[in-house]
């Protein structure tokens, strides 16, 4: 197991990029990034040293709606439990200040609906299913 250290902070937005696709998500505009990483209820981050690791955010409404978003760790350091240890935070974080019945949200890549299912998160099918629009 790595030395890592725990941070509650977002990331730059360029290193916040810059692990997103590392990790196999896609890349966003630093600008919008700078504006979301600012607004997150919660941000995440594992660092290595200076190196940022890990990371995964809360965003919403602060009351009725969260979504879990970013969760990303580094290719050089998965399979340690870092994605497990990201999940946790966040999920403490929302057992202690999630309002009752909140609802809170996720978009799972495979394989890692795994890892959320471990925290009781639920496919939400066949009742909805998750939708979405680019620009």
């Known amino acids: 197991m790595i030395d890592y250290k725990i941070f509650y902070e977002a990331p730059a937005p360029e290193e916040y990029n810059e692990l997103r696709v590392k990790a ?3 890349s966003k505009d ?25 990371m995964g955010r809360i965003i919403g409404d602060g009351g009725n709606f969260y979504h879990i978003v970013d969760i990303a760790v580094d290719p050089a350091y998965q399979g340690q439990g870092l994605g497990k240890t990201i999940m946790t ?4 974080y929302l057992d202690k200040n999630a309002p009752a ?17 471990k925290f009781g998160f639920d496919y939400t099918q066949p009742k909805s299913v998750g939708m979405y629009k680019r620009y």
């Open 24 to 26: 196999g998500l896609s």
């Open 30 to 54: 630093l600008n919008a990034s700078k504006t979301g990483l600012k607004n997150s209820i919660l941000a995440v981050t594992l660092r290595f040293g200076e190196k940022l690791i890990g």
């Open 89 to 92: 935070e966040l999920t403490n």
């Open 101 to 117: 019945d909140s609802y809170v949200s996720l978009i799972a890549d495979l394989p890692a609906d795994q890892l959320y299912k």
